[in-house]
Each structure stands twice: as C-alpha cells, then as structure tokens.
C-alpha cells in the first residue's frame, strides 16, 4: 500500500515519501506526516531473527513506500556500516533494573547518527527517483549533536552542501569541536549569539522565504532540512525500537506479544515521536514515558494540557535537550487532532503569536500512552554516580535524565513493565559533568583532559571518535548575529 504525506497544517496535498524528505519542510511550514500509519506485515516472532539492517528494512519499507528493495537497501547498507563500532548498531545493555538502548555507536557517538548516517542517502536517492537537477543545501539549527552528525553524513556527498548554525555558549567544547574541525568541500559552521531556538527560528525563516528561495533557485540551488523536522530522520529512528524489542525476545527476556515501556530523554520531540510511530505500527510498548530537564516545557503539557514556551530558558549539563518549542510535537498534535490540519494550524498559530496554545480534553484522551517527567540537575548527577556506584555503567547527562525519570515513575507508579531507556550519548561527549557528577575531584579538569580519566573509570575505550577531534586543526570560526544568518548562506553559496 501506497504511504503518502501531507502537511500537519493542509491536508489537501500530498506527497509521496521522496518528495517529502526533499522538500524537509512543508510550504506552509508544517510538517510532513503519513496519512496513514501503516501496520508491520510480519510475524513479530521474526525479529529475533533478523539484524539491525534486516529490521531497518522491514519497518522502513512500510513508510517509505515509493523507495524500491533495492534502492531501500542500498541506503541502508551505506548508513550502517564500519562508521559503527559494533555489528549490532544499536547494543541494549542491562545495568541497575532497566535496558540501556545504546544509540551512539556512530561516527559522532551521539543517537543522531542513527538517522544523519542514512539521510544522505535517502535523499541522494530522492533526488535522483525525481529528476532533480538542483544541488541540495542542507540547513540545520543544532543544539549540539545534530550539527556534528549532518556534518559527517553529508560532507563531500556529491549533489549537496550544509551549512550548520549553532548558539555560540550553548554546546559542550567536545561539540564545538567536533563541528569546527569538520572536513569537507561543500561544509560550513556558523555559530551564532543567541540560543538553539534563535537558530531554528532563523532556519525556519530562511526556509519560508520565497524571494530568497528564487534567489537559490536561479542559481541552480534547493533548500532541505536535515533536522529532526525531516521525515527521513523520522522514519530510520522507528527501526532501534523494534530492534530492541528483537533484542529482548533474543534474549528470551520477553515473549513476543509482551509489552515494554519506552522512557526517552527529550528536546526537539523526534526520538519518542519514532517511538510513539512503532507503537502505531504494532510494536507492543505500553508506556511512552517523555524525560525532560529543567527546560520542562513538555512535563508541563503531559500534565495540563497546555504548551507554554514563555518561561526562562535554562542551559544545564543536557544540551541536546535545552529547547523550548519542541518541533516534533507538532505531529503529535496533528494526530490527537484525529489527523485536523485546520485544527493543528490554529494550536500552531498561537504558539507563534502568544508562545502557548491548549488542546481540548478530547485530545488530551488520547494521550493516555505518554508519562511525562523531568529531572533537576542534582537528580541527574546523582543518577550518574548511584548507577556507577551500583554497576560500574557510565552513563552519559541526557540518558542520565531518562534513567532518573524512570526510577521517579517505577517508584510512584510501582509499575514493573520491562523497561527500554534511550541512551542518547556515550558519556564522552558530555565528560565534564558526568566525570564531576562521579567524583567532585574532577570538576576543575578540562574536557580533554578528563578523556584519558573516563577511561580508567569506564573502562571502555575512548572511541574514535574523540580520539579524532584532539588534535585535528580549527577549520571553522564564523561568528554572527541572529539577523545575519541569511547573510552567512548566500556567502557560503557565492549568491
Ligand atoms: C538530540 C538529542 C536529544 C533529544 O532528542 P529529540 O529527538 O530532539 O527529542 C537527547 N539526547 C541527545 C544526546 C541528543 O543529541
């Protein structure tokens, strides 16, 4: 059966999935979502069977309709190869009473390679499915990990160029790093003075504006999106869930059939969104539990049913999750709507007039899947030491987020369900404060310095990754004003 996509603010449109991921972003800046979700046509019993890239393929191949096997395939195999550190992609590991879903195994160590590492590929393919002649300029707003992560994926894939835009204090010097010293003809990063939601409001207005995109157009150029918003992000993240239900019934941990919960640290909405869309596809999860930090916008709408951005933005030690207009959800809304565009574009409207909006309480029934939850800072760093403490696993600050919320909801609800914790990000990336977090002694060290500490106390060896990064040359240092950012593109492409 044919998946074809729509805007969640028109649903008079459609497209099919290779159009989708090569516009990114619908016209009337909504986003694109399947008019229907489709169910798995397998036996469930088969997922212990099957490999990562197997189950990559069975559940891609639902949604993404129009890609043929071989073409499906293809992009796969050239997503999930030697840039992973291990065969299994996507390890689950046990530690302290939940499964670990070890997510960054991946050339940036962070789970956003999961879907960066195959995007270039679905598009290159998407474009060549539609006759493209235009090169592709991907534009991304990061709050750290996406940057780095399109970087990698898309630097020297003939037929496109990036330009990454970050907030100047808002990323871990790891990060910076990383992006900053990133190779490549057709790549440039710019960060930018403000936080991550100037950045993606720029990109976001840089993307619905029409003189500008005529401008492109007149010299052979297109606009895409290589953020979360893209539905070729989306869709690949759908895959390590029911990868790690595979894994469990492997393992003989659960029977087919049982559920599991989900728990998920969250910022732009895109990782339990993919979980949410598995649910839907039959997948049996019971609970979609959403983990916020300080920035909890979202706990605050899974208990009233509003969505308030209008509140102080706080930076703490989980970057990745600093975001105060969580894109993805937007999707979300659109479906508790019962798939009303008109509906979601007035919620949206708002949102970008009054900075809130509040669904109806028919929509809030049928939210009944998700728990939403949030860790302080002090939880979070006290989650990283009891589980070192515990079990010698050391988890990184965002994944330590998830883990606290869970340990919170397990207690108050006394709900023991086999439970799955998206770890979002190997504890390199975030060392200072997940080695203080450990041990106050380390709090005064540098980054760098702390890399050969954690491997004494992780004993996991530092990945490659990192190891890269210390002592490759600064290739990148653009500085600009939010209001500059246009500027910075027309430059880059010599328009
Ligand atoms: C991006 C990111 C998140 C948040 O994921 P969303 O899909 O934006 O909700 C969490 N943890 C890490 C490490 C990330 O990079």
């Known amino acids: 059966m044919e998946v074809l996509y729509s805007s969640t603010r028109d649903g008079s449109k459609f497209y099919k999935a290779s159009e989708a991921i090569l516009k990114g972003l619908a016209d009337d800046g909504g986003l694109f979502v399947p008019n229907t979700i489709p169910a798995f046509d397998f036996d469930i019993n088969k997922l212990k069977d099957w490999d990562y890239k197997e189950t990559a393929y069975q559940v891609m191949k639902l949604v993404l309709s129009d890609f043929t096997e071989e073409e499906l395939r293809n992009c796969i195999n050239n997503a999930y190869d030697s840039k992973f550190d291990t065969e299994e992609i996507a390890p689950l590991v046990y530690a302290d009473g939940a499964y670990y879903l070890e997510l960054f195994h991946g050339a940036t160590i962070a789970f956003k390679d999961m879907a960066l590492s195959i995007l270039p590929h679905l598009m290159t393919t998407s474009a060549k499915k539609n006759n493209l002649k235009e090169k592709i300029i991907i534009l991304t707003a990061t709050s750290g990990d996406t940057g780095k992560a399109a970087l990698a994926g898309f630097a020297d894939v003939p037929g496109t160029g990036i330009v990454v835009f970050y907030p100047k204090d808002g990323v871990s010097k790891i990060q910076e790093k990383q992006m900053v010293t990133q190779r490549g003809n057709n790549v440039k990063v710019v960060a930018i003075k403000g936080n991550f939601d100037d950045a993606q409001t720029g990109v976001k207005e840089m993307f619905g504006d029409e003189a500008l995109k005529a401008k492109l157009a007149a010299n052979g150029y297109v606009f895409s999106s290589a953020n979360s918003i893209n539905i070729g992000r989306l869709v690949p993240q759908i895959a390590y869930y029911v990868y790690a239900y595979g894994t469990l019934l492997k393992e003989g941990k659960i029977a087919a059939g049982d559920k599991m919960n989900v728990v998920v640290p969250t910022g732009n909405f895109g990782n339990i969104l993919a979980a949410f869309y598995a649910k839907n596809m039959g997948l049996p999860i019971a609970k979609l539990i959403c983990a916020s930090n300080d920035n909890k916008v979202l706990y605050d709408f899974f208990q009233t049913g509003e969505y308030d951005r209008n509140r102080e933005f706080i930076l703490t030690s989980s970057p990745s999750m600093d975001i105060l207009i969580s894109s993805n959800l937007e999707r979300l809304?659109?479906?508790?709507?019962?798939?009303?565009?008109?509906?979601?574009?007035?919620?949206?409207?708002?949102?970008?007039?009054?900075?809130?909006?509040?669904?109806?309480?028919?929509?809030?029934?049928?939210?009944?899947?998700?728990?939403?939850?949030?860790?302080?800072?002090?939880?979070?760093?006290?989650?990283?030491?009891?589980?070192?403490?515990?079990?010698?696993?050391?988890?990184?600050?965002?994944?330590?987020?998830?883990?606290?919320?869970?340990?919170?909801?397990?207690?108050?609800?006394?709900?023991?369900?086999?439970?799955?914790?998206?770890?979002?990000?190997?504890?390199?990336?975030?060392?200072?404060?997940?080695?203080?977090?450990?041990?106050?002694?380390?709090?005064?060290?540098?980054?760098?310095?702390?890399?050969?500490?954690?491997?004494?106390?992780?004993?996991?060896?530092?990945?490659?990754?990192?190891?890269?990064?210390?002592?490759?040359?600064?290739?990148?240092?653009?500085?600009?004003?939010?209001?500059?950012?246009?500027?910075?593109?027309?430059?880059?492409?010599?328009?």
């Open 333 to 495: 809304i659109y479906y508790i709507a019962g798939n009303d565009a008109t509906k979601n574009a007035s919620l949206m409207a708002e949102l970008k007039s009054e900075g809130k909006y509040t669904i109806t309480d028919e929509m809030k029934a049928n939210l009944t899947d998700f728990v939403g939850g949030y860790a302080s800072e002090a939880r979070c760093a006290k989650m990283i030491k009891d589980l070192y403490d515990k079990c010698g696993y050391v988890i990184d600050t965002h994944t330590a987020v998830a883990g606290a919320v869970y340990e919170d909801y397990k207690q108050a609800s006394g709900d023991d369900t086999i439970t799955v914790i998206a770890s979002t990000a190997s504890p390199y990336k975030f060392m200072g404060s997940v080695m203080s977090a450990i041990d106050d002694k380390y709090a005064s060290m540098d980054d760098f310095a702390l890399i050969d500490e954690l491997e004494k106390v992780a004993s996991v060896a530092v990945p490659k990754a990192v190891d890269d990064i210390r002592n490759a040359p600064v290739l990148h240092n653009n500085v600009c004003e939010k209001n500059e950012m246009e500027q910075a593109v027309t430059s880059f492409l010599g328009i």
